[in-house]
T-cell receptor, first 116, second 113 residues
């Protein structure tokens, strides 16, 4: 069965430090990968996506992620975080098969807390 | 960027009431989705639609129902609300056929007392 695992439920980090939020998936078919951010009492906003091509993708707000097919991972990184990056981050996968094509499966989320 | 609207944003209602959560988008998107998100938890797909008169149940069983009579409108209805329905409900849509990035509305936070 397909699944998405976000390895850290909470990540505390100091302002201007680098951060990596980890995401692994399990699938026997080709996938599309996404990272979303959710601020309190808001919907989800797309940070970045991998559909094909270069395995290093850049998104909004200085975030980037690297698709590693052999390790089935799609970790999110930012070299220097700001207080405003405090939010919950969701990794999501779309499995390219059958009638559910385009439907997303989400990880449990990682709460990023940036401290001054 | 897609414009997706959800109303109400917050709703507190008593047990047994019928409620309808509204979701609409102005971009003519074919595919629309409803997710349920409990506090601090992941999103679970409860309903989706690939177009007018098309509705399917998602991965998480839900007592809610949906309809898709118009392309831009995808309402979710609970015939008799219960405290177990307390959650956040998020609506999403996909801009065009072949695109997989879903755009989300702001959500409706439902509390059933």
């Amino acid at each position: 069965a397909q699944s998405v695992t976000q390895l850290d439920s909470q990540v505390p980090v100091f302002e201007e430090a680098p951060v990596e939020l980890r995401c692994n998936y399990s699938s026997s078919v080709s996938v599309y990968l996404f990272w979303y951010v959710q601020y309190p009492n808001q919907g989800l906003q797309l940070l970045l996506k991998y559909l094909s091509g270069s395995t290093l993708v850049k998104g909004i707000n200085g975030f980037e992620a690297e698709f590693n097919k052999s390790q089935t991972s799609f970790h999110l990184r930012k070299p220097s975080v700001h207080i405003s990056d405090t939010a919950e981050y969701f990794c999501a996968v779309s499995f390219n098969y059958g009638g559910s094509q385009g439907n997303l499966i989400f990880g449990k989320g990682t709460k990023l807390s940036v401290k001054p | 960027e897609a414009d997706i609207y959800q109303t109400p944003r917050y709703l507190v209602i008593g047990t047994g009431k019928k409620i309808t959560l509204e979701c609409s988008q102005t971009m003519g998107h074919d595919k629309m989705y409803w997710y349920q998100q409990d506090p601090g938890m992941e999103l679970h797909l409860i309903h989706y639609s690939y177009g007018v008169n098309s509705t399917e149940k998602g991965d998480l069983s839900s007592e809610s129902t949906v309809s898709r009579i118009r392309t831009e409108h995808f309402p979710l209805t609970l015939e008799s609300a219960r405290p177990s329905h307390t959650s956040q409900y998020l609506c999403a849509s996909i801009p065009f056929s072949g695109s997989y990035e879903q755009y989300f509305g702001p959500g409706t936070r439902l509390t059933v007392t």
